[in-house]
């Protein structure tokens, strides 16, 4: 007679995977990229490398903000994310956290998160904080299933952690705010669209449409991307032409601007998903690349 096997869940194992379950609903290794450009921000509006506490509780308090973002997104999200492949794994539609879970823990962490700035910072760090999180949460997260306008919407809390850093640091929005956050704004759309086309048909399963034609994975969408590459060169040697970097810095962000446009073009001539795989990690290492560039070619 065969025996019933039993497997039996240790508490450390238990433990070690709810950490796991934490870790994908903030998305915490994509909110650490987030921060990196608070940071950023917050070096290039107070010129210290060296204020260790205050980059601290900008970190903690920027990371906190973003990681509710995301869990409120994957709370609004949950069903359509049992519909496609690259997320139907996350706590939520597998049902290992339930929905008032994570609603607490985002309002915990949005709550600590946005104190934490106003309080270590300033009121307007804040502001700008609740409303990154107010956008991406509640605006971007359900227009991505009605318009592609949506990614518009959703580069407006992605451009803000520069801002918000540099605010921090400055408790003011001026010139420089805004040029910090252009950078980023328009990098968003080769960032979002690369990954759109990629993810097309698993998008199409839930419903989500966010390459910016109609005609789907078509040169119409790629050719998107050239443009949007074009000009976010120019918009990456303002700081050179208003004095806030040197040459030296500027020919290194033109240099791997010019790379970022190529593989843009690269991606319009080919239309496929190996060219627009290569965009996207273009992506993730431009804007890192270029935003150090513009911390190290201010010193």
């Not at 339930?98 to 709550?111: F, K, Q, S, W, Y």
């Not at 990098?187 to 199409?204: M, R």
């Not at 040459?247 to 073009?265: P, Y």
């Amino acid at each position: 007679m065969a025996k019933a096997i039993s497997i039996s869940i240790t508490p450390v194992q238990l433990i070690s995977q709810k950490i796991k379950d934490y870790a994908m609903l903030a998305k915490f290794r994509l909110s650490l990229l987030v921060v990196f450009s608070a940071v950023i921000g917050y070096i290039f509006g107070s010129n210290s490398f060296y204020n260790i506490t205050h980059i601290f509780w900008l970190v903690l308090g920027g990371t906190l903000v973003t990681c509710a973002s995301n869990a409120i997104n994957q709370v609004i999200e949950k069903d359509i994310d049992k519909l496609m492949s690259r997320t139907q794994n996350r706590p939520l539609p597998t049902e290992r956290m339930n929905a008032t879970e994570a609603i607490l823990a985002a309002g915990i962490m949005g709550v600590a998160g946005i104190v934490i700035l106003t309080s270590f910072f300033n009121d307007l760090a804040g502001i700008l904080s609740a409303i990154s999180l107010l956008l991406y949460a509640f605006v971007y997260t359900p227009l991505k299933r009605v318009s592609p306008v949506a990614v518009f919407v959703g580069a407006i809390p992605g451009a803000l952690p520069p801002m918000i850093g540099y605010v921090c640091a400055t408790n003011r929005i001026d010139f420089v705010a805004v040029v910090l956050f252009s950078v980023q704004f328009i990098w968003q759309f080769p960032h979002f669209w690369s990954i759109a086309w990629l993810q097309f048909e698993d998008y199409k399963k839930a419903g989500i449409m966010l390459l910016p034609s109609a005609s789907g994975k078509t040169r119409m969408s790629a050719i998107q991307n050239v443009i949007y590459c074009s000009v976010l060169l120019v918009v990456s040697m303002i700081p050179y032409f208003f004095n806030m970097i040197g040459w030296f810095a500027n020919t290194f962000i033109v240099a791997v601007g010019i790379m970022f446009l190529w593989m843009a073009w690269s991606h319009y001539r080919k239309c496929d998903d190996k060219t627009a795989r290569i965009l996207m990690f273009g992506s993730f290492l431009y804007l890192p690349v270029m935003q150090l560039a513009l911390v190290i070619g201010k010193i």
